[in-house]
Nanobody
Framework: QVQLVESGGGSVQAGGSLRLSCAASGSTYNKYNMGWFRQASGKEREWVAMINWVGSTRYADSVKGRFTITRDNAKSTLYLQMNSLKLEDPAMYYC???????????????????????WGQGTQVTVSS
């Protein structure tokens, strides 16, 4: 079991930056694959980025080059640095965790909501022009 609590959301102008955090508690956090998802109003939840326990990362094409996912295993915290925010980025952002049930290279699996067992409550990101 792992509990996840996101923070760091807020309102920013287009082109600005935010850093989201996700504090984890519970057992064996260091061995979990971690991901960020987002859900805009009226849309389905979509995958943003993920990181495995050794720090390998993968990103959705829509955020590649602008967002950076990192983790601090000593602090049991996941981060999402979001730069050059666009008007299409506003959403509720969720962190998620899952045991390494499949190889990290199975990108079609790990980019799905169903791959992750544990979810935080979300933090809202708003981008204005």
């Amino acid at each position: 079991q792992v509990q996840l609590v996101e923070s760091g959301g807020g309102s920013v102008q287009a082109g600005g930056s935010l850093r989201l955090s996700c504090a984890a508690s519970g057992s064996t956090y260091n061995k979990y694959n971690m991901g960020w998802f987002r859900q805009a109003s009226g849309k389905e939840r979509e995958w943003v980025a993920m990181i495995n326990w050794v720090g390998s990362t993968r990103y959705a094409d829509s955020v590649k080059g602008r967002f950076t996912i990192t983790r601090d295993n000593a602090k049991s915290t996941l981060y999402l640095q979001m730069n050059s925010l666009k008007l299409e980025d506003p959403a509720m952002y969720y962190c998620a965790a899952a045991g390494p049930t499949r190889p990290f290279g199975d990108s079609s699996y790990w980019s799905t909501v169903g791959a992750f067992n544990y979810w935080g409550q979300g933090t809202q990101v708003t981008v204005s022009s």
